[in-house]
């Protein structure tokens, strides 16, 4: 088995040497005074999204779901209001896998989420640092949600989409770009969520942040999707150039082992250097079939060309046998943790099972993939393996996609999962304006090359320049009027328990 790329490792300095007037609590963190703001009004709105191919990934295959859009207001200490959006996919059986659950009631789920995460935040009426708002309202979030029947994953889902928007309404109050802001941490991030960090490591880490200017894209195939001839892997129309490729897996070793050595033979034709992640979903009974798998590709030599370009495997086993779980031996070959990351202590005890990297999504939480890259810093200064990857669900072209390109760029992930640009047609159902106005405010990351304004991919990558702009990473707000209000939840989710 090959070891992992050392492009794919967070690019961070190691944590510097600090005397003891820089010890945490000690003048607020070098003097730094964060920007506080006081919440004025959070609305959610949606928007249908089509795909343009079936996505199957686990158990679940989609053809389309609804796209969130969150806009805030907001009255920042001096400087006056402001208004800042993000958006997100609302995904079904992803954050909530529950096999007696529809499709829908999981996006209901979701939906719950948000609307229990406004009712806390807005009820902090005080001003408040971008950072305390999620701190002060994360607890009673998972709590809140717990007692509806909401699992952690999907009940961080509200605060991560709401963080996202305020942080987005305060960087343009202030005029200041997501990468300027974020390492002169203007949203105020301790490490009050997190006790094995110090605050100073979290301080240092933003400060030494250089943002990468380009991420390459990594293309994933999913389990309907086609393999050989047009259309499959080796399709310079559907690969877009990739160097890298996320290729799911159902969960039986066998069928598993024969589709890899197909992918295999298609990446052994491309003539160019790649690299391959297998994603799970969850789909691994256990460890004894995980093994299975992992003793195929060691010693198989029809699946030669997967082991020697794999890099790690994604989240292999159910969340909660993860949890009981250590990976023994098996940590050798490198794992990450994606669904079991639903809590601050995640990565923390997932390292002590064996798994040496955790992914960064920011419909998880900003702030959670900024602790855990700090982690991962600290953790590696020695020389140890450990790392932050970039994974996708699904970020469509605009505000998606770019916020979460920024904060993979911010924190050192050289690659990245995309999926949007090749399972929804360019910006989809989006308004023809308002793609244009992406376009024009972002050159550099769309295009049109005849069949609509799609993502822009250089040489297998994403740029990343035009996202150094004032707000986080995008100069160009949704059309509000062509949204529609946030659906209201069709099943109380307490009913389902």
């Given amino acids: 088995m090959a070891g992992l790329d050392p492009a794919i490792h967070v690019l961070l300095r190691a944590t510097k040497n600090v005397d003891a007037r820089d010890k945490p609590g000690h003048d607020d963190l070098h003097r730094t005074r964060f920007v506080r703001l006081k919440l004025r009004d959070i609305a959610f709105f949606e928007r249908p999204v089509q795909f343009a191919r079936p996505f199957r990934f686990g158990a679940i295959t989609i053809n389309a779901t609804p796209q969130l859009f969150v806009r805030v207001e907001i009255e920042v200490e001096?400087?006056?209001?402001?208004?800042?959006?993000?958006?997100?996919?609302?995904?079904?059986?992803?954050?909530?896998?529950?096999?007696?659950?529809?499709?829908?009631?999981?996006v209901d789920g979701l939906r719950r989420s948000l609307e229990i995460a406004r009712g806390l935040y807005l009820a902090r009426t005080g001003f408040l640092t971008a950072f305390d708002l999620h701190a002060d309202?994360?607890?009673?979030?998972?709590?809140?949600?717990?007692?509806?029947?909401?699992?952690?994953?999907?009940?961080?889902?509200?605060?991560?989409?709401?963080?996202?928007?305020?942080?987005?309404?305060?960087?343009?109050?202030?005029?200041?770009?997501?990468?300027?802001?974020?390492?002169?941490?203007?949203?105020?991030?301790?490490?009050?969520?997190?006790?094995?960090l110090q605050g100073v490591d979290i301080a240092t880490f933003l400060a030494s942040r250089t943002p990468l200017p380009r991420v390459a894209i990594r293309h994933t195939v999913g389990l309907?999707?086609?393999i050989e001839g047009e259309g499959g892997v080796a399709d310079a129309r559907e690969n877009a150039g990739a160097r890298y490729f996320k290729l799911k897996l159902s969960g039986d070793p066998a069928s598993d082992a024969a589709r890899l050595s197909r992918i295999g033979?298609?990446?052994?034709?491309?003539?160019?250097?790649?690299?391959?992640t297998l994603d799970a979903n969850e789909q691994y009974a256990d460890l004894a079939v995980l093994q299975m798998l992992m003793d195929r590709l060691d010693h198989d030599p029809?699946?030669?060309p997967i082991a020697s370009r794999l890099l790690y495997v994604e989240q292999p086993m159910p969340r909660d046998i993860?949890?009981?779980?250590?990976?023994?031996?098996?940590?050798?070959?490198?794992?990450?943790?994606?669904?079991?990351?639903?809590?601050?202590?995640?990565?923390?005890?997932?390292?002590a099972l064996g798994y040496c990297g955790i992914s960064s999504k920011s419909c998880k939480g900003l702030y959670k993939s900024i602790v855990n890259a700090t982690r991962a810093a600290k953790w590696g200064a020695g020389g140890a393996r450990f790392f932050v990857t970039g994974e996708d669900l699904t970020c469509q072209a605009g505000l998606a996609v770019q916020q979460d390109l920024a904060l993979g760029a911010f924190i050192g992930t050289?690659?990245?999962?995309?999926n949007g640009h090749h399972y929804v047609d360019g910006f989809g159902d989006t308004p023809v304006t308002e793609a244009q106005a992406f376009a024009a405010a972002h050159p550099d990351l769309y295009a049109d090359a005849g069949q609509g304004i799609r993502l822009s991919i250089h040489d297998g990558d994403l740029l990343t320049g035009s996202l150094n702009t004032v707000g986080f990473a995008t100069a160009v707000h949704p059309d509000w009027s062509a949204l529609r209000p946030l659906e209201q939840p069709t099943l109380p989710r307490e009913q389902l328990a």
């Fill in 265 to 276: 033979r298609e990446l052994d034709t491309l003539g160019r250097i790649t690299r391959v």
């Fill in 224 to 226: 309907d999707d086609v």
């Fill in 414 to 418: 050289t690659h990245a999962e995309r």
């Fill in 137 to 196: 309202c994360i607890g009673a979030q998972i709590a809140t949600c717990a007692k509806k029947n909401i699992p952690a994953l999907a009940a961080a889902y509200g605060p991560a989409e709401i963080d996202k928007a305020i942080l987005d309404a305060l960087l343009r109050a202030t005029e200041t770009s997501f990468f300027d802001g974020m390492a002169a941490n203007i949203a105020g991030i301790d490490a009050r969520l997190s006790p094995d």
């Fill in 322 to 351: 993860t949890r009981q779980s250590p990976l023994g031996s098996l940590a050798a070959h490198g794992f990450i943790v994606d669904e079991a990351d639903d809590s601050y202590d995640a990565f923390p005890l997932a390292r």
């Fill in 78 to 106: 001096g400087r006056g209001a402001a208004v800042g959006a993000s958006a997100e996919l609302l995904v079904p059986k992803w954050f909530d896998k529950r096999p007696e659950l529809s499709p829908a009631q999981t």
């Fill in 302 to 304: 029809a699946l030669r």
